[in-house]
């Protein structure tokens, strides 16, 4: 049974209307973490866009603030100032319950190590998102088994994570974040965890979901990860030094 990767439009409504409503769009973001020492200025006027169909890769020194950005628009995280609109909507100023429906529906999240629960199968590991997100049961189970053929995972189905391997553990996370249909798939080093060839199964597999139309943002180390994304956007020291072209 084949799948369709295309997204359709998020229908979250955009607040004026524009069909053209940049994927993600930032502006003026900051977010000063208290610490010990001393205060520390994750992000300092962070401007940021992504088109609709963009495939980004974020890059920087570490400690930069790009899992801040990536938190914020996932709304994990929350802004001293400035906006964060995804597909039009705002973002920021939300409130916990909001962010959660808003998340489940049109955010994919994939993170460094996975966090896969770890005592249930492939498959209920995708099946639970999705009835969470609103869908019966029997169709959850459907689009979870679609997606594992389609990620490679199709003979794996039974088995619990700790017995995949680590390329094979990130692929399921990828399949659970694309469970919802999310407009926007979000990932924080998502090949950090893995050996170099492991990691380019995951950018072949990203390019792949980029060329069947899904909006992507991946921070990244790796230049040789960054070169597969379709923009690169550099960080510094909590500002966007180089938005690519
Ligand atoms: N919850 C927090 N409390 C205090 N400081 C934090 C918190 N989260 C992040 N920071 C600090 O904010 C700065 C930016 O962190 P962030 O994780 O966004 O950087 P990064 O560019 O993703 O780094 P890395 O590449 O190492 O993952 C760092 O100095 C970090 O220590």
């Known amino acids: 049974m084949s799948i ?3 997204e359709p439009a998020p229908e979250t409504g955009t607040s004026n209307g524009n069909a053209l409503a940049p994927a993600v769009r930032v502006r ?3 977010r000063t973490y208290t610490a ?6 994750a992000l300092r006027g962070v401007d940021f866009d992504v088109m609709p169909g963009e495939f980004v890769a974020v890059m920087g020194p570490s400690g930069c603030g790009k899992s801040t950005l ?3 628009i996932a709304g994990l995280d929350t ?3 400035g906006t964060v609109e995804v597909a039009g909507e705002r973002v920021d100023g939300r409130d916990q319950d909001w962010l959660a429906k808003f998340r489940r529906h049109h955010v994919g999240f994939v993170f460094q190590f996975f966090n896969l629960l770890d005592g249930v199968s492939a498959l209920e590991n995708l099946v639970l998102p ?3 997100g609103g869908m019966k049961r029997r169709a959850a189970e459907s689009r979870a088994r679609d997606l594992l053929d389609l990620l490679g995972l199709g003979d794996r189905t039974d088995q619990v994570p700790a017995v995949l391997s680590g390329g094979q553990r990130q692929r399921l996370a990828i399949a659970r974040a694309l469970v919802n249909e999310p407009g926007l798939l979000l990932a924080d080093e998502p090949t950090g965890a893995l050996d170099s060839e492991g990691g380019l199964e995951i950018l072949e597999l990203f390019r792949r979901l980029h ?6 943002v991946m921070v990244t180390h790796s230049a040789d990860v960054a070169a597969g994304a379709s ?3 550099k960080m510094r020291d909590g500002r966007v030094q180089d938005a690519g072209e």
């Open 70 to 72: 990536l938190n914020i």
């Open 36 to 41: 010990e020492l001393a205060p520390v200025r």
């Open 211 to 216: 060329d069947d139309g899904q909006t992507i």
């Open 231 to 233: 923009r690169a956007v």
């Open 79 to 81: 802004l001293d100032d």
């Open 28 to 30: 003026g973001a900051r």
């Open 4 to 6: 369709e990767l295309t």
């Open 130 to 132: 999705g009835v969470l």
